[in-house]
């Protein structure tokens, strides 16, 4: 039998040897190594998407792999890929490192630097337990999406109040009415309110579950509550301080259990990200980014897909961005936001109709929304585009262990699972679509351009009142002066306007012995010699007559 074996090393000249060393070990097959956690964890994610026969036999964990410590990866490929043997690979190698690399579900410790016999012994175990494990799953093997059984999704707003807890829940209504086995789980640890909408009464939460190291299938079943839907609700703690019992270590085990247990688990991660949430959002086969089409809302989910980026919790384009209370008028877009996120948009989006859920909510009955709300038809069409609807084998079945995003406009047609196709865009093609905040700029700039034509045009003509003032008074004296001494008024009146302005009336007289002059221009708007203002200025000046 050949052994694949896929080596995560993040160091150069330990891959290097570990490359060596294992082209010397007979009947193995080294797969392309894995410089981090996360790039482990994808590519074993591609690797089992269709069955566990396309897992590696063997992963080789070196100790300095980063980010994710060492001992939390075996933990988690353990978790999710159980058909898959883990060997450590670290400098201590004593009894504690031993005892704890086995709780995690390490199937071997390889001490460094490593020898060619050692490390040929700790891989013929780890590959005959897995060959084991395979063969007790079947002879074709079983899907092996993440967690070796159903598929995950969380839900995450941008932002409070954008429609979080509405979309989570109207989704695993979706699929248990398609007949899929569904789960929803809150881990808003704080202010969870999957009960208030779904008028349960409970005395168990995820909290309960949080210091159990072994889940078993009957401890999973004594927190989650079962719904007269049919949903299994796994709801956050009533007091929101016992949120801080659910660190990511739980929450890895208590998703790892709920794969285990149903077809497909949808979790509320709210809007704060705590560690469970993170780890929950890095685990799950997809992640929807709630948000509504205004500028701060998009701005949000911008800062959250660049904060998942930085914590390395998750790449933006596995991440889809669900438009909540869209319409057509509204200057944003689904097109801007992924171009703002530089996530994929869901080509579903969900209306602006608060008035037909504000009787389900009110009532705390979500289950009972009209099925011809507007709302409801939407998000239940947005499950059938993400594949929750479909059965084992598709892309929403618990075969369906790589993440998707929705086909564009230009990828074919189709529906339901057929929109959805894996993602592996470059880093280069990522940053242009990120691009700064190119996508908020060029909404306010043209919004705020006519104001500013306005004001400038106001300004403009309120120079030009000031300037023909100006013109008629200083015209009037020098009539009045030229009158005085027995010159034509009218033309030393005249002399000096311009052009623009001299067809002006110009009126002299002479009144007891003060000789006058009166001047009336008209305004031009904006530009001479095109249209003039209603409202003429004049200009008045008199000068004691010299005889």
């Known amino acids: 039998m050949t052994i694949r074996i896929l080596p995560a090393v993040a160091d150069p000249e330990a891959a290097h040897a570990v490359a060596g060393l294992l082209a010397r070990l007979p009947g193995v097959e080294p797969l392309r190594t894995a410089g981090d956690s996360a790039e482990l964890l994808d590519a074993l994610a591609v690797l089992g998407a269709s069955s566990v026969t396309g897992l590696p036999e063997v992963v080789l964990v070196h100790e300095?792999?980063?980010?994710?410590?060492?001992?939390?990866?075996?933990?988690?490929?353990?978790?999710?890929?159980?058909?898959?043997?883990?060997?450590?690979?670290?400098?201590?190698?004593?009894?504690?490192?031993?005892?704890?690399?086995?709780?995690?579900?390490?199937?071997?410790?390889?001490?460094?630097?490593?020898?060619?016999d050692e490390l040929g012994a700790r891989v013929q175990a780890a590959a005959h337990w897995a060959d084991g494990v395979r063969r007790h799953l079947g002879p074709a093997g079983s899907p092996a999406g993440p967690g070796g059984g159903g598929r995950v999704v969380a839900v995450v707003g941008a932002k409070g109040g954008v429609g979080t807890t509405v979309t989570a829940v109207q989704l695993a209504l979706a699929a248990r009415a398609a007949g899929r086995e569904a789960a929803?789980?809150?881990?808003?640890?704080?202010?969870?309110?999957?009960?208030?909408?779904?008028?349960?009464?409970?005395?168990?939460?995820?909290?309960?579950?949080?210091?159990?190291?072994?889940?078993?299938?009957?401890?999973?079943?004594?927190?989650?509550?079962?719904?007269?839907?049919?949903?299994?609700?796994?709801?956050?703690?009533?007091?929101?301080?016992?949120?801080e019992e659910v660190g990511d270590l739980a929450a890895r085990q208590i998703i790892g259990a709920l794969r285990r247990r149903y077809e497909l688990v949808v979790v509320d991660c709210g809007t704060q990200i705590t560690a469970a949430g993170a780890a929950v959002i890095e685990t799950a086969d997809l992640a929807l980014l709630v948000t509504t089409p205004d500028v701060v809302s998009v701005r949000a989910a911008k800062r959250m897909v660049r904060l998942w980026d930085r914590l390395q919790i998750r790449k933006a384009e596995d991440t889809m961005t669900v438009v909540n209370r869209h319409t057509r008028t509204a200057e944003v877009q689904p097109s801007l936001v992924a171009r703002t996120t530089g996530t994929t948009t869901a080509r579903t989006t969900v209306p602006a109709a608060y008035k037909e859920l504000r009787a389900a909510v009110d009532a705390g009955r979500m289950q009972d929304l009209d099925a011809k709300s507007g709302v409801r038809q939407a998000l239940w069409t947005l499950a059938a585009e993400l594949g929750l609807t479909g059965g084992p084998g598709g892309p929403g079945g618990p075969g369906g262990g790589t993440r998707h995003r929705a086909l564009g406009p230009g990828d074919g047609g189709g529906t339901g699972a057929d929109q959805l196709r894996p993602v592996a865009l470059p880093f280069?093609?990522?940053?242009?679509?990120?691009?700064?905040?190119?996508?908020?700029?060029?909404?306010?700039?043209?919004?705020?351009?006519?104001?500013?034509?306005?004001?400038?045009?106001?300004?403009?003509?309120?120079?030009?009142?000031?300037?023909?003032?100006?013109?008629?008074?200083?015209?009037?004296?020098?009539?009045?002066?030229?009158?005085?001494?027995?010159?034509?008024?009218?033309?030393?009146?005249?002399?000096?306007?311009?052009?623009?302005?001299?067809?002006?009336?110009?009126?002299?007289?002479?009144?007891?012995?003060?000789?006058?002059a009166g001047v009336r221009l008209k305004v031009p708007v904006l530009v001479p010699n095109a249209v003039d203002w209603p409202w003429p200025v004049a200009g008045t000046a008199g000068v004691a007559r010299e005889d």
């Open 64 to 116: 300095h792999l980063g980010p994710l410590p060492a001992l939390e990866l075996v933990r988690e490929v353990a978790l999710r890929f159980p058909a898959t043997g883990v060997v450590l690979l670290s400098a201590d190698a004593g009894p504690a490192l031993y005892a704890a690399a086995m709780d995690c579900g390490a199937r071997g410790l390889a001490a460094l630097p490593l020898s060619c």
């Open 184 to 243: 929803l789980a809150d881990l808003d640890l704080q202010s969870g309110d999957v009960a208030s909408y779904l008028d349960v009464q409970f005395r168990r939460s995820v909290a309960d579950l949080a210091g159990i190291a072994d889940i078993s299938p009957r401890v999973l079943q004594d927190a989650v509550f079962p719904h007269p839907t049919g949903l299994g609700l796994l709801l956050a703690p009533a007091e929101g301080e016992r949120g």
């Open 428 to 516: 280069s093609r990522l940053r242009r679509r990120i691009g700064g905040d190119r996508g908020q700029v060029a909404v306010e700039f043209t919004g705020i351009v006519p104001m500013i034509l306005v004001a400038l045009a106001v300004v403009w003509q309120c120079v030009l009142v000031g300037y023909t003032y100006s013109l008629a008074g200083h015209a009037a004296d020098r009539g009045a002066r030229a009158g005085s001494v027995g010159r034509d008024c009218a033309e030393a009146a005249r002399a000096d306007l311009p052009d623009e302005w001299r067809a002006g009336a110009v009126d002299c007289r002479n009144e007891g012995g003060v000789y006058k």
